[in-house]
């Protein structure tokens, strides 16, 4: 697998004029926490791809568990993805900060 490599802003990274790319396991990475990270009607070509963040997760009543839930199955229907192991959600003020253990074809990722 190959990706666009992108920076901790999620910009593009160009060396000496031209496009990055990630392969393998950082590739594989940095694609689940963008997948993660994809609010629903964000890709405008694909506006049902993403976590429908205002109808599935805010102001539902589900809990922690729902929520692992959700980011569980955006996880796992990453192609390279077998399967993940741990998923820990933590709040810190109005941002959830989601840390994950996955199997993948690459061997294991900790995200």
Do not use: H, P, W
């Amino acid at each position: 697998m190959k990706t666009v490599f992108l920076d901790e802003n999620n910009n593009i990274v160009l060396k000496a004029g031209n496009i990055q790319l990630k392969d393998g396991i950082e590739a594989l990475a940095q694609d689940i926490k963008t997948r993660v990270g994809l609010y629903r009607g964000e890709n405008r070509f694909d506006i049902t791809e993403g976590i429908d963040f205002d109808n599935e997760v805010l102001g539902k009543f589900g809990g922690v568990e729902y929520y692992r839930q959700i980011i569980r199955n955006r996880i796992e229907d990453a192609q390279e993805v077998e399967g993940v192991k741990r998923i820990t959600l933590e709040k810190i003020g109005t941002q959830l900060k989601v840390t994950a253990d996955i199997k993948s074809i690459y061997g294991d990722v900790a995200l």
